[in-house]
């Protein structure tokens, strides 16, 4: 499948600078970037998927060919509504990849033309994850350097 759009699928609850070196990286790669919220009912989020959207629209305003949307439903049909032919996806460190091999695999089994691209977020956001943000916060933490000031924003003002 011959196409320039990916998608970038996730949770970001909330968005981390991670998340955003990686948004970085695919929009200079592919001609229009989705990246695509799960509404997901089986998790307990800190943010609304509504709140999670707008932080990530705020802080990807720059790149007009980056879309933010909600997904549900199975990864594979949301790619092929959308004309997709990427799903991008971030490996960190080691123990992301046997996660992120299953999911790519059984992917490719559901859809063998979408392919999955990783890539490598760099190297200060290797060990940042948005549930230790989460944690962070919660415990009265500082957050500089590992989310937008948008999000700290956000978070501090959910937590108190
Ligand atoms: O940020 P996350 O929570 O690691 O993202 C996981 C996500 C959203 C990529 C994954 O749970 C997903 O694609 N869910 C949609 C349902 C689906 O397609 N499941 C089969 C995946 S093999």
Redesign the pocket.
């Known amino acids: 499948m011959r196409t320039s759009v990916a998608i970038y699928?996730?949770?970001?609850?909330p968005v981390t600078n991670g998340h955003l070196d990686l948004i970085a990286r695919g929009e200079q790669m592919f001609d229009s970037l989705i990246v695509?919220v799960?509404r997901?009912t089986e998790?307990a989020p800190l943010f609304t998927v509504a709140e999670r959207v707008e932080m990530l629209r705020e802080v990807t305003k720059q790149w007009p060919g980056v879309e933010i949307d909600i997904?549900?439903?199975?990864?594979?049909?949301?790619a092929r509504k959308r004309g997709a032919g990427v799903?991008l996806?971030g490996i960190r460190a080691v123990s992301d990849y046997e996660?992120e091999l299953?999911?790519?695999l059984?992917?490719r089994k559901?859809e063998p033309r979408l392919e999955t691209v990783f890539m490598l977020p760099g190297e200060p956001y290797s060990y940042l994850s948005?549930k230790l943000v989460r944690e962070i916060a919660q415990l009265g933490g500082p957050l500089g350097g590992l989310v937008p000031d948008v999000v700290e924003q956000r978070l501090r003002a959910k937590i108190t």
């Open positions: 699928p996730g949770s970001f609850d695509a799960l997901n998790k997904f549900d439903g199975l990864l594979v049909d949301y799903i996806r996660y299953q999911m790519a059984m992917n559901l948005s």
